[in-house]
């Protein structure tokens, strides 16, 4: 004798059924939260590595044209003054440590550069610098996060394989535009004033 009858046991394994699905979509959800929160917690690594930088050597490392920081394996050679210089290879995340690769006994700045928690998919973070000012974009999965910016979106950089929505720079440098507009914007203000 069964407890409950077939119209009863499918009403059950219906309930149980729907209970699973809601609890699948919600566990997908808090696996995609959980991503975006370690892309919003490596941006704030790097963005603090990258002021101790600017802090030692009275500017941030130059970007590559790929989005990287260029601050790895040093080549020291002589300009076409005969003067001594350095040029530095772009640093790839989760691999390279931002450090003074000329004083290896100095303390690295990020032990090793963060890489995106899907970067086995290819999703990268973009780092963009002139020197003076810093841009740092990442992707976020979830687009109802507080922090994703449409403005970003609109840019349309590639963060990897997808398009960057999230970001951190130096000081008052937005991310909706690139920091040659931002700095021609500014170099207008001061030239009407």
């Given amino acids: 004798m069964s407890p409950f009858n077939k119209q009863e046991l499918w009403v059950v394994s219906s309930i149980l059924l729907i209970i699973v699905l809601v609890s699948l979509q919600n566990f997908k959800v808090s696996v995609m939260r959980a991503r975006d929160n370690q892309r919003k917690n490596d941006l704030g690594t790097i963005s ?27 080549l020291q050679e002589k300009d076409p003054q005969g003067k001594p210089t350095v040029r530095y290879s772009p640093c790839d995340w989760g691999k390279d440590a931002l450090a003074d690769e000329l004083d290896p006994k100095y303390p690295a700045y990020i032990k090793t550069l963060p890489s995106d928690p899907k970067s086995q ?7 963009f610098s002139n020197g003076s000012r810093f841009q740092l974009y990442a992707y976020l999965e979830v687009e109802k996060d507080e922090e994703y910016n449409i403005g970003i979106v609109g840019r349309g950089l590639s963060c990897g394989n997808r398009i960057c929505n999230f970001g951190k720079s ?15 914007e500014l170099l207008q203000k001061k030239m009407n004033n």
């Fill in 48 to 74: 603090e590595g990258l002021s101790r930088f600017q802090n030692d050597f009275g500017s941030y490392p130059l970007s590559s044209v790929e989005g990287k920081i260029l601050a790895c394996d040093p």
């Fill in 121 to 127: 998919e290819g999703v990268s973070y973009l780092y």
């Fill in 170 to 184: 130096s000081g008052d440098t937005p991310l909706e535009k690139s920091i040659e507009e931002y700095e021609n």
